[in-house]
């Protein structure tokens, strides 16, 4: 079956460590993305990816980055300078950036911060 | 900036209820509004998608309904049950010059009891 796989589903950071969140795909998507949930808010957007070698910055990318060396491929990493990275993370593709259709998210992230 | 505001935050009904979940949205040019539902500690499942210039979407006991110039969804659930509780969240799509930007509500967690 086709979908979002993501990797780890609990992960634990130390202070000043960088950690990286794996999301691939095999729905043949185009267009991936990084999201962040906490408690009472929304979702909220960290950085997406329109095509291979190609993203861009969504509303918090900072103290994080990603690559998109394969259009499966979409990983994130949380960096030392993310203050407050204790959160669910979310990835999520759609089949083109333009076009009808909607997102397809995957089963998430639940990164602490120990 | 757009906005989009879920009411209530959350609900308990007792099984085989009909129950109505809303969704209001401050920018009208929309391209398409998603219905997620939410289990805990788990990722988004996609359950209705409405493109802009459609009024409705059913699946099963689900349907979804848009008035765009009002800047509102309403979700209805028929004969609901205990394995409907979760967090039901709803998400707008605005096209940018960067693609497409999805804009999240804060969700209704709704509790369905035997």
């Known amino acids: 079956d086709g979908g979002i796989t993501q990797s780890p589903k609990y992960l634990f950071r130390k202070e000043g460590q960088n950690v990286t969140l794996s999301c691939e795909q095999n729905?043949?998507?185009?267009?991936m993305y990084w999201y962040r949930q906490d408690p009472g808010q929304g979702l909220r957007l960290i950085y997406y990816?329109?095509?291979?070698?190609?993203?861009q910055k969504g509303d918090i990318a900072e103290g994080y980055s990603v690559s998109r060396e394969k259009k499966e491929s979409f990983p994130l990493t949380v960096t030392s300078a993310q203050k407050n990275p204790t959160a669910f993370y979310l990835c999520?593709?759609?089949?083109?950036?333009?076009?009808?259709?909607?997102?397809?998210f995957g089963s998430g992230t639940r990164l602490t911060v120990v | 900036k757009q906005e989009v505001t879920q009411i209530p935050a959350a609900l308990s009904v007792p099984e085989g209820e009909n129950l109505v979940l809303n969704c209001s949205f401050t920018?009208?040019?929309?391209?398409?509004l998603q219905w997620f539902r939410q289990d805990p500690g788990k990722g988004l499942t996609s359950l209705l998608l409405?493109?802009?210039?459609?009024r409705e979407q059913t699946s099963g006991r689900l349907n979804a309904s848009l008035d765009k110039s009002s800047g509102r969804s309403t979700l209805y659930i028929a004969a609901s049950q205990p394995g409907d509780s979760a967090t039901y969240l709803c998400?707008?799509?605005?096209?940018?010059?960067?693609?497409?930007?999805?804009?999240f509500g804060t969700g209704t967690q709704l509790k369905v009891e035997l």
């Open positions: 999520a593709s759609r089949i083109s950036p333009q076009g009808l259709g909607g997102y397809t």
């Open positions: 729905l043949n998507h185009d267009a």
């Open positions: 990816s329109q095509i291979v070698n190609d993203f």
């Open positions: 920018d009208s040019a929309i391209y398409n």
């Open positions: 409405i493109q802009s210039s459609q």
């Open positions: 998400a707008v799509m605005i096209l940018t010059g960067g693609g497409n930007k999805l804009t």
